[in-house]
């Protein structure tokens, strides 16, 4: 496979158009992190858009660092593996893996035949909405797996399913409930309501789950802004957890972790989740590299989209 980045190799004006288009740098810092002159980024661009792979997304099979993605696979036993190029001097964990995530489903949801897809909640789901290029889709249903949360600024939890499908021309089924009840809500009576049953008879159904994850600290939107106001980071690091994934709390071997959280938590549980026939992690970001190593290694996801950044530092723990 030709991976030369050199001359006008596909690879390379790939590499050059993701670096422009999606992480928003300047030719000038193009050229200086590549070690090419402004002038041979310029040139790239152009040839790319006359060899028509500049549409609303970039379309290559050389989009990922593909020796990556190879490693990444071969280490984790994972089906799949897409590795997006990140801008290294301004660095921002959440755009180039929703950009690869959007490329991702745009090109798979009707070549794999999904019908029912599972959305988790975050900040990388938001970047890659707005990049997912518009599709009809009558017959798919978005459906959304954990509860919400009524507080943050950055985005709106209770908008993610709708906003695939949107863009998707497809269905949704919201799961309007928060993602954690109060200690005086019983979790069964709440749960047996008929509109609940039917969401959640909807998990056993699905083709593909979309995940995120996040830390156990404050970049994570769940912990910032989810938490009961009893529960803090230090109680669920005291029990060992390294993040989340669908608001359960994992360890560094991707088993559950028992906090006082676990019986209040809406949403799809962990072995109703690893029934999902693909079940893709999109996540970067370096404080990230330990939940997204627990979550492969216990079997959460067997798919991954993240960025080189990370993609390297995972390959350095496994």
């Known amino acids: 496979m030709n991976t030369d980045r050199s001359d006008d190799g596909e690879a390379f004006l790939t590499e050059i ?17 590549l070690g090419v002159t402004r002038l041979r980024v310029n040139q790239a661009i152009q040839q790319a858009k ?56 745009t090109a ?6 999904w019908k029912r897809m599972g959305v988790s909640w975050g900040v990388t789901l938001q970047s890659a909405i707005s990049k997912i290029v518009r599709q009809s889709l009558p017959e798919c249903e978005i459906i959304s797996m954990i509860g919400g949360t009524s507080k943050g600024a950055t985005f709106n939890s ?6 695939f499908a949107e863009r998707l021309g497809a269905n949704y089924s919201l799961l309007a409930a928060p993602i954690f009840l109060s200690d005086q809500v019983d979790r069964d009576s709440f749960l047996s309501q008929e509109i609940f049953q039917e969401h959640f008879a909807k998990f056993n159904t699905l083709d ?53 959280l676990d019986d209040r938590t809406i949403g799809i549980d962990l072995n109703t989740l690893k029934s999902v026939p693909i079940r893709v992690l999109a996540a970067a970001g370096r404080h990230k590299v330990e939940i997204i190593d627990a979550a492969i290694s216990g079997g959460i996801a067997n798919r991954l989209i993240t960025d080189d950044v990370t993609a390297e530092l995972l390959l350095q723990k496994a």
């Open 17 to 33: 158009c993701w670096h422009y288009y999606v992480n928003e740098m300047t030719q000038a810092e193009i050229a200086a992190a």
């Open 50 to 105: 006359s060899r028509g792979m500049i549409k609303i997304q970039i379309e290559s099979p050389f989009l990922p660092r593909v020796e990556l993605q190879e490693e990444l696979k071969a280490k984790y036993g994972l089906e799949d593996a897409i590795v997006s190029p990140a801008n290294r001097e301004s660095y921002d964990f959440h755009l180039p893996v929703g950009a690869a995530l959007a490329s991702y489903l």
């Open 108 to 113: 798979r949801i009707v070549s794999e035949g």
């Open 158 to 163: 209770f908008g993610i399913a709708s906003g």
């Open 208 to 260: 593909v789950a979309i995940l995120t994850a996040s830390n156990v600290s404050s970049h994570s939107y769940l912990i910032s802004t989810g938490l009961p106001q009893e529960v803090s980071k230090e109680d669920l690091s005291a029990a060992g957890a390294v993040g989340d994934v669908v608001g359960r709390f994992l360890d560094e071997k991707g088993n559950a972790v028992s906090t006082r």
